[in-house]
C-alpha cells in the first residue's frame, strides 16, 4: 500500500522521534556529551538554564536564543572534527544541521560517521530519523535496521521506535506494533513506546 503522508505518524506517535542523544531536547545532550570547556561551551552552558525554563521568555527571546545555541554548538563541533575528527562529532554535528533545517547536511555528516567508525550504530539511526522526516520511509527502513544491528549503540531502543515510524509510514501495521514491542523489551519504561502501540492497537482494531 502506498503512504499516504505523515499523519498517520503524527497521530500516532506526534512529533516524537529520537537522534543520537539521549534525550529528544538540546539542555541534557550538551551537559552529557560537550568535549572540553572552551568559551563555546560556556555560551552553551549559559544559554541551556533559560532555555529549558521557556515558559517564562517571549517567543522572540526564545527564538534567538535558540539560533544562538545552535551556532555555538555548531562551531564547537566543526572545531573539535578539526582538531581531532570521530563519528560522534560528526553525528552531532548532523543533530546541529538538522535543527537548522539542514537535512541533506546532517544526512552527510551522518555517513562521515559511518566512514570512521561503521560500528557506531546512532548516526544510522539518525539517517534513518530524517529520513522520514522527508517522508522517504522505504529509504529509511534499511538504515534502521543496521542501527539495530551495530555493535555500539546506546540506547538501543531508539532505532526500534523510529523503525515502527517507517513502518506506520508504509501502513504496514504489524510490523510497526512488532518494533513498538521490541522497543519496550529493550527499554520497558519508555513511555513514547508504549503510547504509540496503545494508540496503533486503537486504530486496527
Not at 568535549?35 to 521568555?57: D, E, I, R
Not at 529509511?140 to 555500539?152: G, N
Amino acid at each position: 500500500m502506498k503512504p499516504r503522508s505523515n499523519s498517520t505518524i503524527f497521530s500516532i506517535c506526534g512529533g516524537n522521534f529520537h537522534l543520537f542523544s539521549r534525550y529528544p531536547h538540546p539542555r541534557p545532550v550538551i551537559r552529557y556529551r560537550l568535549l572540553s570547556c572552551t568559551p563555546w561551551t560556556f555560551v552553551l552552558l549559559t544559554l541551556a538554564k533559560p532555555c529549558a525554563n521557556y515558559v517564562s521568555m517571549s517567543m522572540e527571546t526564545l527564538t534567538r536564543a535558540w539560533e544562538v545555541l545552535q551556532d555555538a554548538y555548531q562551531a564547537q563541533m566543526e572545531s573539535s572534527l578539526e582538531v581531532h575528527p570521530t563519528a560522534e562529532a560528526h553525528t552531532f554535528l548532523g543533530w546541529t544541521y538538522h535543527f537548522q533545517g539542514r537535512v541533506e547536511e546532517a544526512i552527510a555528516e551522518c555517513k562521515r560517521a559511518i566512514e570512521l567508525d561503521p560500528e557506531f550504530g546512532n548516526p544510522y539511526n539518525d539517517i534513518g530519523a530524517y529520513l522520514i522526516e522527508l517522508g522517504q520511509f522505504e529509504e529509511a527502513i534499511p538504515w534502521l535496521e543496521r542501527a539495530t544491528e551495530a555493535r555500539r549503540y546506546e540506547p538501543r531502543h531508539f532505532p526500534h521506535y523510529n523503525l515502527g515510524r517507517a513502518y506506520l509510514g508504509k501502513e504496514m501495521y504489524s510490523h510497526a506494533m512488532r518494533c513498538f514491542q521490541e522497543a519496550l523489551e529493550i527499554e520497558p519504561r519508555y513511555s513514547l513506546a508504549r503510547q504509540a502501540l496503545a494508540s496503533l492497537r486503537r486504530l486496527v482494531n
